[in-house]
């Protein structure tokens, strides 16, 4: 089953392991490990989790089993960088068993005590059959950290805490004969069982090819039913977040001195750097731009076709942002005003705290179709207003935004 999902499971286990400019030295790589870790118990940070929860609504026959297969990191010891060593555990589970009572199946990773460090995890499962004429079964998967830690691991060890901690933990589950329902867009009859599902930490989704229900994914990142990766993606560069393009672009302008040190950092950060610098111009025009789907073109238009745009406030004569104005607090406002900006509580830009009370100049008031005023205004305390002026690029608030100076 882990040939249909591995690409993209893959992806999951190493998002965020290793991020550009791919050293050790670097500060985002100092903080390591975001999606999907499950810390030892005794790590006193209440935002971090010991524990995954998910909940899934299924179709199968009593006489199948459900296979989990679960999978994660395990930190090694390299010099003075952590690698990973990718641990996988798979766990069966008998229909007919699992409705009679839940089950509990315990495994571990060995450790050496000074590079690798044993853990101990614990899956626990439960089958539920729910009401009503449609045979649905919910099960509910719960994976967690056991592993034992001598003492209490503040908060400020985390680097020493993930020595003992599942790292970019998910599941990978098959019910042979049986099929998943979508989480995301279930059927009808199934959406109330779905809306009571309990998910802590983790998304099901549907994974592997679209003709397929038996196969499901449990990630700790948010995707939709079954994801693929991008076919124009060469190979893994651990920053999923990003554009391939431009990371490989960014590699490739690192110095020999930082690829040096990229390489020595760790043998997959190596890789990545060979690769960057062995691309052919093929690969990168690839990544350049795709188009993923087409629609057919509708038939020519009938109507005749005119040099004005539907609206142009340049052909307008009612509105003229050069002299239209705008009364604000009694006081007539227009191009060539001075305004203090106050952004309101309806923007959500958390840069508007930096322009708050800050003096501006209003370049243009404008009318949109809808009838809105607003305001086109320049920081009076930006150096480079004047160049930004050249290119239209201006900061717009609404009237009430805004008070006379």
């Known amino acids: 089953m882990i040939d249909h999902v591995r690409a993209v499971a893959d992806a999951i286990l190493y998002e965020g392991y290793l991020l550009y400019p791919y050293r050790a030295s670097a500060q985002k790589n100092q903080q390591r490990f975001q999606f999907g870790v499950l810390m030892p118990p005794r790590y006193a940070d209440p935002s971090e989790r010991s524990s995954l929860q998910a909940d899934c609504v299924l179709e199968c026959p009593q006489d199948t089993e459900i296979r989990v297969l679960v999978r994660f990191l395990q930190l090694q010891l390299r010099d003075s960088w952590y690698e990973a ?11 007919r068993e699992l409705l009679d009572h839940a089950m509990s199946v315990g495994f571990d990773a060995d450790g050496d005590g000074s590079r690798r460090w044993k853990l101990n995890g614990l899956l626990r499962a439960e089958l539920t059959r729910l009401p009503g004429p449609y045979g649905a079964l919910r099960l509910r998967l719960r994976l967690e950290n056991r592993t034992v830690t001598e003492t209490t691991i503040e908060q400020s060890r985390r680097q020493e805490a993930l020595r003992y901690a599942l790292v970019a933990a998910h599941l990978i589950v098959e019910v042979p004969g049986g099929a998943f329902l979508s989480m995301t867009d279930p059927p009808h009859w199934a959406a109330g069982y779905v809306a009571e ?44 977040t990003e554009i391939d393009e431009i990371l490989l672009l960014r590699t490739l302008a690192l110095t020999d001195e930082e690829k040096s040190e990229a390489r020595a950092t760790d043998p997959r950060a190596a ?77 959500a830009d958390a840069q508007d705290l930096f322009l708050a009370g800050r003096p501006a100049l209003v370049e243009a008031v404008l009318h949109d179709v809808d009838g809105k005023v607003h305001l086109a205004v320049s920081p009076q305390d930006d150096p480079d207003a004047d160049l930004r002026g050249l290119h239209g690029r201006f900061l717009y608030f609404a009237p009430d935004e805004v008070e006379p100076s």
């Open 271 to 347: 890789a990545v750097i060979d690769r960057a610098d062995t691309l052919s111009p093929e690969i990168m025009d690839r990544l350049h731009g795709a188009i993923r789907s087409l629609r057919a073109a509708t038939a020519p238009s009938t109507h005749t076709v005119t040099s004005t745009p539907w609206w142009d406030p340049e052909n307008d004569a009612s509105v003229s942002p050069d002299t239209d104005q705008v009364v604000i607090g009694g006081v007539p406002v227009a191009r060539g005003s001075t305004v203090v900006m106050r952004p309101g509580s309806r923007r």
């Open 197 to 240: 599902c309990v998910n802590e930490g983790v998304w099901p989704v549907l994974a592997g090819p679209v003709e397929r229900g038996d196969l499901l994914l449990v990630s700790p990142i948010i995707l939709y039913d079954h994801p693929e990766l991008a076919a124009e993606s060469p190979a893994a560069l651990y920053d999923s």
């Open 85 to 95: 060593v990718e641990q996988e555990r798979l766990l069966t589970l008998p229909v």
